[in-house]
């Protein structure tokens, strides 16, 4: 049963993508939705046994690679973190599944999109349940790999071609990280494997290794190189430019990868090496310092976006840095219950800008939407409890676990603490801003669309409607219902998956902090809303004098050009590669040196001195006697007199000749 | 017999062998004088050979000069004849003319 969970959705992908000409669209979706289906009721029976019943299970599946010291498995632990994951995932997969049978149904490639849309799951799962850092960076690269070959899936348009290949190179930048991360543990614990790690690092503390001459930190490097890759995968700042544009690929994909997979991977990571990163105050500064930066820059730049898409987009990475900076302040678990609730909400958010792009002819632009309210009511009723849920509106899913995020922020009573609640409630009330102008430019305002456009507008039927109808129900009752369970007090729920050094907790102290700052994220959001409401509602002009003044239209190209982030990788970082790689690598190195010293040099070298050396013969016998004279003479003298010159002969100066004579003309 | 001397004997068979070697490779003009250079060498060589076999006490040496001898005159006829042959072809024996063996 626990295999089948993994391997189900590999079953669909690989039976779809061979034979899904054969059986049709129709039958491809069946299959691959029936899989996702049967996997996560799996998931659910394997929560039950692991979590309530708390039966860890591990299996070891084959020897993977067996050489001296370096041992992987292929094997599969199933504790709390990964089931619950594996829930998520596998819920929020197969309705994206069913989803996209209907807003797919159009594309002649509906089976090959399905099959990517298995492969990714399968290795989303194979990422959590795997037991080593090997395995899992396995899983790792193959969602990066589905991520391109989805965002990628119309490749015929241009857009999608450069923001596949943005993601894909973004996020190895991100994996060479964690390459070397997974590296420097086997050099330094010669293992791969979790538990070996976990139980070593205690040991390891204030070890320094040597590289280069130069000593460093074993884990402290360690946690530093792991981080960059859950960096580059949760888009964190620095590495976040892909996200946004990923929103290229089908809605479904965006939905898949920004709720319940692809970038809930750097979180899984940070919680699954909690046992290492206790050990590194120093890297859980910075850990929270970065994702609280996150969370504030996305929030400000969702602000003036106006793609529908990339305004959800921007919220994600908001969110995800809400769930690093947890993680950093070692509530762990409260980062995996934010990613859980996410999952959800941020599902429904995306598949429900879906069927709003589906009913408004693939339009994206909200400027360009407007009065939707009546004219899809279901998607609108279901946007509204997904904003709500997500701006952490008061008994919804989001509320719980933001709140929690935030007060454990404050009650760490450190200035990173404070720092994190600081810019997390600011984010907060900015997340609730451009929230409500989502739906108030979308539902609410006048329409703003093409008449033809408009008038055809109506909700999408059967399965889009049920996908969303149903994560609508824990969008709205999960947080309530789990709160307790997962990050309530004294809850063994989490058993030996995560751990938290005892001098780290602090969900008691955030119980304890002053009332008003309980209370201000919560009512930060709700002005947020009204703020947004009423200013959207009564003073539109005054919002566009606002705009089109001096200082206005500077703040407005600064969050609409998201802080000139890509201006700046583009125009400095990237150029500086590409010239680097123009003049440097391939102009000096390629046709330069290897030129000269390679084969084609040396060819050249020898035909030109070959002709120098043909000169010698004039055709006069008086100069062929010379030279037989003096040839004669010289190897008479050399065989004379090689006791002395063999003490002075330098064979280095003969290297030195030839590679001098490689640059001699005539 | 005569040993303490040998250099100076020697040095006059060496001399005599430059010489020829000298007028091999300095000489411009005259294929003729080339073969005379060269029949100089012979000579200064079986003087070398002569010496040696009365040094060394040993008839080999000598044999070797009837050899070198005998080889030296063919050597000589046929070069002169080739010289002949070349002049009524070319109506010169001049060096300077001689420039075909060029690859």
Redesign the interface.
């Known amino acids: 049963m626990y295999l089948l969970i993994v391997f189900l959705p590999l079953l669909g992908f690989v039976y779809v993508s061979l034979f899904g000409r054969f059986i049709g669209p129709k039958g491809s979706s069946i299959l691959t939705v029936n899989c996702l289906i049967l996997s996560f009721l799996f998931s659910v029976c394997s929560f039950y046994e692991v979590a309530l019943i708390g039966s860890n299970t591990y299996l070891k599946l084959a020897v993977w690679i067996d050489s001296e010291s370096l041992n992987i498995d292929w094997g599969f632990l199933f504790d709390s973190l990964t089931v619950i994951m594996c829930c998520v995932v596998t819920f929020v997969s197969s309705l994206v599944h069913i989803y996209s049978t209907e807003y797919m149904a159009h594309d002649p490639h509906l089976a090959r999109f399905m099959s990517y849309l298995s492969l990714f799951t399968f290795f989303m799962l194979i990422l959590v349940t795997a037991d080593n850092y090997v395995q899992m960076f396995v899983g790792w690269e193959g969602v990066g790999l589905c991520s391109y070959l989805l965002i990628n899936f119309w490749f015929t348009r241009i857009q999608a071609n450069k923001a596949a290949i943005k993601a894909m190179v973004v996020n190895r930048i991100g994996d060479f990280g964690l390459t070397l991360g997974i590296l420097s543990i086997f050099i330094n614990f010669k293992s791969v494997d979790y538990a070996t790690i976990f139980a070593l690092v205690p040991l390891f503390t204030g070890n320094q290794f040597n590289f280069l001459t130069l000593d460093f930190d074993i884990i402290t490097t360690i946690g530093i190189l792991l981080f960059v890759g859950a960096i580059g995968k949760s888009a964190q700042l620095g590495l976040h430019t892909w996200l946004p544009d990923a929103m290229e690929g089908p809605t479904p994909v965006s939905a898949l990868i920004h709720a319940a997979t692809m970038v809930t991977a750097g979180v899984f990571l940070l919680a699954r090496s909690s046992p290492l990163y206790e050990y590194i105050p120093v890297v859980l500064d910075i850990i929270t310092i970065l994702g609280a930066s996150t969370a504030f820059f996305a929030a400000t730049v969702g602000l003036l976006q106006n793609d529908l898409k990339r305004v959800i987009a921007y919220s994600t990475c908001s969110q995800l840095g809400y769930m690093v900076f947890a993680c950093g302040l070692s509530n762990y678990s409260v980062g995996v219950f934010h990613l859980v609730n996410h999952a959800f909400f941020k599902a429904l958010l995306f598949l429900g800008a879906g069927s709003i792009i589906h009913a408004v002819a693939d339009e994206q632009d909200m400027r360009k939407m407007g009065g939707l309210k009546r004219l899809v009511p279901f998607t609108y009723s279901v946007m509204v409890v997904g904003s709500l849920a997500l701006i952490g509106f008061p008994f919804l899913t989001g509320f719980y676990s933001k709140d929690i995020i935030l007060e454990a922020a404050y009650g760490n009573f450190t200035s990173k603490g404070h720092y994190s609640y600081l810019l997390g409630t600011f984010g907060a009330f900015l997340t609730a801003f451009y929230s409500t102008r989502l739906i108030y430019l979308t539902f609410l305002c006048k329409p703003n669309g093409f008449r033809t456009v408009i008038c055809k507008a109506y909700d999408s039927s059967y399965q889009i409607c049920f996908a969303l109808g149903v994560l609508t129900i824990p969008s709205i009752f999960a947080g309530y219902y789990t709160k307790d369970m997962i990050i309530g007090l004294g809850t063994d729920f989490w058993g030996s998956s995560i751990f938290v050094l005892p001098e780290n907790m602090n969900t008691i102290d955030s119980e304890f902090i002053k009332h008003i700052f309980k209370i201000l994220p919560v009512m930060l959001s709700l002005l947020g809303v009204f703020t947004s409401f009423f200013v959207y509602t009564f003073s539109n002009a005054t919002l566009f004098q606002l705009k089109i003044s001096y200082i206005g239209k500077k703040f407005y190209n600064f969050f609409n050009k998201k802080w000139f982030f890509d201006k700046f990788y583009n125009e400095y970082l990237g150029q500086f590669l590409f010239n680097f790689g123009y003049t440097i690598s391939y102009k000096t190195i390629d046709r330069g040196i290897f030129e000269i010293f390679g084969p084609m040099g040396l060819s050249n070298l020898i035909s030109k001195k070959a002709l120098h050396l043909?000169n010698f013969?004039?055709?006069?016998?008086?100069h062929y006697?010379?030279l037989i004279?003096a040839a004669s003479t010289l190897f008479l003298g050399l065989r004379e007199f090689w006791f002395v010159f063999g003490n002075f002969v330098d064979y280095r100066i003969f290297l030195i000749f030839s590679i001098i004579s490689f640059f001699l003309k005539q | 017999m005569i040993t303490s001397n040998i250099n100076y004997v020697l040095n006059i068979s060496v001399t005599l062998f430059l010489i020829g070697v000298l007028g091999l490779v300095l000489n411009r003009k005259n294929i003729l004088i080339i073969i005379m250079s060269i029949e100089l060498m012979l000579l200064s060589v079986n003087l070398n050979f002569l010496i040696f076999s009365i040094y060394l006490d040993d008839i080999i040496g000598q044999l070797f000069v009837l050899f070198i001898l005998t080889i030296a005159a063919t050597e000589s006829a046929i070069g002169l004849a080739i010289l002949t042959v070349y002049y009524k072809l070319k109506n010169t024996i001049q060096i300077e003319k001689i420039k075909n063996i060029k690859t």
């Open positions: 043909k013969q004039t055709g006069y016998i008086y006697a010379f004279l």
